[in-house]
């Protein structure tokens, strides 16, 4: 929708197509102080932050997608989320036009609402399949048999395409309301325009509802539910192999040299946790702050100034993830001069559940963050020796880092 604010609005009633919520006016009548050589290392920035995502994760997806020989359930978390990711890069370039611009966006409504859906699929799905890899490398510690029994790339597919319809949903309220306004200085707008729909007497009450549960929709669904899911169930992952350490160190005190699982796994779990957070945490914040403005108008200058910044943020996210695929492991120095498809394999390479805690399996399961196995016929008696037995136990310093 294209409108502005017209100069004698107080002497005339507003028509339905000037209708708007009281921050996008602010944000029509806010004024963008230009500084030449900031916007141009924005502008540098965005390009890079374009090239970088677009490449890496199309680089996933062509060996995950068509190198790989042999698909495993890791390999599909990883392909779905690359795939999320890679869509988000291409959206890039657009916010980069935008800041090109002057902060306007030339590119028309139909692009607005597509570059807007597909930042918050992306959203949406990255954080299910988090959770959903979270829960998996859990039930594979905890329920060994039981995901034996259950756990096929088939299910594992059908879990991903019910996480890109739960994110469709979940985007379409964003694709219906958004919308390209004209602000007072005559630059262009790409924003959610919640006074659509609405009649002038309506319009304060719809757009209180409509900021409110979009907001808290986007932090609980896809920030505060999700991080809470993924911090339970890596410390049920830890705890359940510290305790079958501790098993193993009781049957076998003289052993000096056994795997060191907690150090080493709880860094490489801080740092994927932590960098979700660091990326998605600002922009939550912001939305948080933005339904606050709703009701305390000093806010919304300070969403106004602060909501192209946080969005930034979230742009990183999708860049990163293909540089914690790959540096999680200590010996990427190694792996980097091996063909990029067995680099990958090794990356994706599954383990069994009874292989968890005996070996260097267990070693190399433990440093890779999605390093999951489809697993064969249970063997009851197998387990029991695997939990309980020793053998094949790195040895020395070199060996307890592998991953790959």
């Known amino acids: 929708m294209n409108s502005s604010v017209s100069t004698n609005s107080s002497l005339s009633p507003l028509s339905p197509s000037e209708l708007h919520c009281p921050l996008l006016q602010t944000m029509i009548s806010h004024r963008v102080n230009n500084d030449s050589r900031v916007d141009l290392a924005v502008v540098s920035v965005h390009g890079i932050l374009s090239a970088l995502g677009i490449l890496e994760n199309g680089l996933i997806l062509w060996v995950l997608g068509w190198r790989l020989q042999r698909k495993t359930v890791a390999s599909v978390w990883v392909l779905n989320l690359a795939l999320s990711d890679f869509l988000t890069s291409l959206t890039l370039p657009l916010f980069t036009h935008y800041l090109l611009r002057g902060h306007s966006w030339e590119l028309g409504s139909t692009l607005c609402a597509a570059q807007s859906s597909i930042f918050f699929l992306n959203m949406f799905v990255s954080a299910f399949l988090l959770v959903v890899i979270s829960v998996d490398r859990c039930l594979l510690v905890t329920k060994p048999v039981w995901t034996q029994n259950r756990r096929t790339v088939s299910a ?126 600002p922009y939550h914040i912001v939305c948080l702050v933005e339904v606050m403005a709703l009701y305390k108008m000093e806010y919304m200058e300070v969403v106004v100034v602060a909501l192209p910044v946080v969005t930034t943020f979230c742009f990183w996210n999708s860049v990163l993830n293909p540089i914690i695929y790959t540096f999680s492991c200590p010996n990427f120095s190694t792996k980097i001069r091996q063909s990029l498809s067995s680099l990958f394999e090794g990356l994706v390479e599954e383990v069994s559940p009874t292989e968890l805690v005996s070996g260097r399996r267990r070693k190399s399961y433990l440093m890779s963050p999605i390093s999951l196995k489809t697993p064969t016929t249970p063997n009851i008696f197998g387990i029991h020796r695997d939990l309980f037995a020793s053998k094949n136990q790195p040895t020395n310093e070199e060996e307890r880092n592998q991953c790959l």
Not at 156 to 164: H, L, N, P, S, V
Not at 224 to 237: E, K, N, R
Request: with cysteine; net charge positive.
């Open 156 to 281: 594992a597919q059908k879990i991903c395409a019910f996480g890109w319809a739960f994110g469709a949903v979940n985007t379409i309220p964003y694709f219906m309301f958004r919308s390209v306004v004209v602000k007072q200085d005559g630059r262009k707008l790409c924003y959610h325009d919640f006074a659509l729909y609405s009649s002038p007497s309506g319009l304060d009450m719809n757009c209180k509802v409509r900021y409110s549960a979009t907001a808290v929709s986007k932090v609980l669904l896809a920030f505060v539910i999700p991080v809470l899911v993924i911090g339970i169930s890596y410390a049920a992952f830890v705890l359940e192999l510290h305790a079958r350490r501790k098993r193993l160190q009781s049957i076998q005190q003289n052993r000096q040299n056994g795997p060191r699982i907690s150090q080493s796994f709880s860094k490489m779990i801080i740092f994927v946790i932590a960098t979700f957070v660091l990326c998605w945490v």
